[in-house]
């Protein structure tokens, strides 16, 4: 009987070493327990091949989690000359000792790579300087009918590349924590990056819905006084408040945010400070 050893990427994820993701390791010499570093360990198999990792360039399926029992599909940047966004999956091997959902990890190459210690379908976001961040679950069930943990909302981006299960939040309360932003879903409210960086208060000209600080939302120009971009950040208010909008003056209200009879449990009173049209 043979033995499957699961080993450590290097910083660099390079792929030709003796053993490791991506190296198709079938010489058993070259894969030894010894060559297995933190946060991977070796695993007995009794199918008699000595292999060390599924080829991480080979696309999987993000929903079907079809990588097999040491292994998990997830995002990843395919490009390591790109590293803003993902778009490919791809099988990352599982740690010895995973972290579960909302606990913290740590990613071990660039944060777009897939490579950290979340267990299950789960991958490590919200990563600051220091390579850590909170392990965050991928969506169950199909596109069409996605399902997660009671007080998440799955979010699926434009390309169907990412599919998450984020934190519901309250766009009034600035509950997300730091480095994060409250952002509307068409089911409630979800925590993602906040994008903002040293703009993004009323004002200031946005393009997406994470540029503008917690608490603020980016409309279109023509809701917000004096805005010069194709979009402006605006706060959330209460429809059921004074109007305290910070453009009152000229002519903004707190619109309610959601279409009457569209609106979830616990978000009937928000409202966005803008310009009635």
Known sequence: MGQVYRCNLPETDEVGYDCGPGSGCVDAPGCVEDSCAEPWAAVDANDGVVSCALDPSAWCDLWAQDCGEFAKCVPWNDDPDYGGSWDASRCAPLVFDPVPAGAACQVYAEGTRGLDNCGGNGICLFVGLDDQGTCVAQCDGAPDNPTCAEGHLCHINGSGVTQLCL?????????????????????????DYDA??????????????????????????????????????????????????????????????????????????????????
């Not at 480095?179 to 089911?187: A, E, K, R």
């Not at 000209?205 to 023509?222: F, I, K, M, T, V």
């Not at 950040?233 to 903004?252: D, I, R, S, V």
């Open 167 to 191: 934190p519901m939040c309250d766009p009034l309360a600035d509950d997300c924590g730091s480095g994060s932003v409250c952002l509307p879903h068409w089911q409630g409210f979800f925590c």
């Open 196 to 277: 903002s960086g040293d703009y993004g208060v009323y004002g200031d000209p946005c393009e997406y819905a994470n540029a503008c600080d917690p608490g603020l939302a980016c409309l279109s120009s023509q809701y917000v006084p004096d805005c010069e971009a194709s979009g402006c950040c605006t706060p959330f208010c209460e429809t059921t408040a004074e109007n305290t909008c910070p453009g009152a003056e000229q002519g903004q209200v707190c619109i309610p945010w959601f279409e009457a009879g569209m609106i979830p449990e616990g978000y009937e009173a928000l409202g966005v400070c803008g310009i009635p049209q």
